[in-house]
């Protein structure tokens, strides 16, 4: 690779994960690439890590401005960082809520306002958004999940709409089932919002679901999501949106096409069928 194909990216989140693992990808191609976190001491080398705490603004401008003045350019961001707390409406709390958004889309618009310019200065650059299926489609006490994600897609469709005139590329990547902690941390936020109230025996059934399709079914791992993350942050033309993990396409077809009732129904059989799943 030629010193001016090299480029500058740098993932959010790349301490675990999809995250780590796409940044340890784009390196591997010779690309420069900057990890973002706050256990930045758990990011692999050759990735060079950097501290950042996405909702915390002065700890955003610390890190970009690390590597404007270490390359004097940022080809790709990769927004990545975010996490996802489940349980009823009813009883998550308001706080919660805000941290949920604070984080999966606030600090996510917080580090791609201070790109911009930067970008639009050089002449161009892109702009990958990790959304999810989650945010196409509800489920069971997704709740402020689901909201977080549906946020981005809309975030990710303007920003794409306002940033293509200066060069900008914005993609999306929304990845299906696929083997990360992820699903163990959602049920056992689920569990844990869930404890003696009305929704524990329902909300037993979805951590069961997501315990089992997350850990248990023949989902690919994050390398596989990672592959999507590189070439939508790395392909000269890239798609608007990406499919990754497993299950993704097939739900986003059948939502498509069913009414909601039948959506909702197929779920509240999935409930029910959780209870004949053994670990």
């Given amino acids: 690779m030629s010193k001016k194909d090299v480029k500058v990216i740098l993932v959010t989140g790349a301490s675990s994960g999809i995250g780590r693992e796409a940044a340890l990808q784009m390196a591997a191609k010779g690309h420069k690439v900057y990890g973002a976190a706050r256990r930045e001491n758990q990011i692999p080398a050759p990735v060079i890590a950097l501290h950042m705490d996405v909702t915390d603004e002065a700890s955003v ?31 998550v709390s308001l706080e919660e809520a805000r941290k949920q958004l604070d984080v999966n889309l606030f600090g996510m618009a917080s580090l791609t306002r201070r790109v911009i310019p930067v970008m639009r200065e050089q002449g161009g650059g892109r702009i990958v958004n990790i959304s999810s299926v989650a945010g196409r489609m509800c489920f069971y006490f997704g709740g402020w999940y689901n909201i977080s994600k549906y946020a981005v897609e809309a975030f990710s469709d303007v920003l794409r709409m306002e940033t293509k ?43 069961r679901l997501l315990g089992y399709a997350f850990g248990r079914m023949k989902f690919p791992g994050p390398q ?38 039948w959506w909702d129904a197929m779920l509240r059989g999935a409930l029910k069928m959780s209870t004949r799943i053994t670990f």
């Fill in 61 to 91: 401008e610390a890190a970009l401005q690390t590597i404007l003045e270490k390359e004097g350019r940022l080809d790709v961001l990769v927004n990545n960082a975010g996490y996802g707390y489940f349980g009823p409406l009813e009883h």
């Fill in 165 to 207: 005139p200066f060069g900008i590329d914005v993609a999306i990547v929304e990845p299906g089932f696929a083997k990360t902690e992820w699903g163990t941390i959602a049920a056992d936020h689920l569990r844990e919002s869930a404890r003696d109230t009305l929704y524990e025996e329902m909300a037993e059934s979805e951590a």
């Fill in 224 to 261: 596989a999501v990672a592959k999507a993350v590189t070439k939508a942050s790395l392909s000269r033309r890239p798609r608007l949106r990406y499919h990754p993990g497993g299950g993704g396409v097939a739900m986003l077809i059948l939502r498509k096409l069913m009414p909601a009732r």
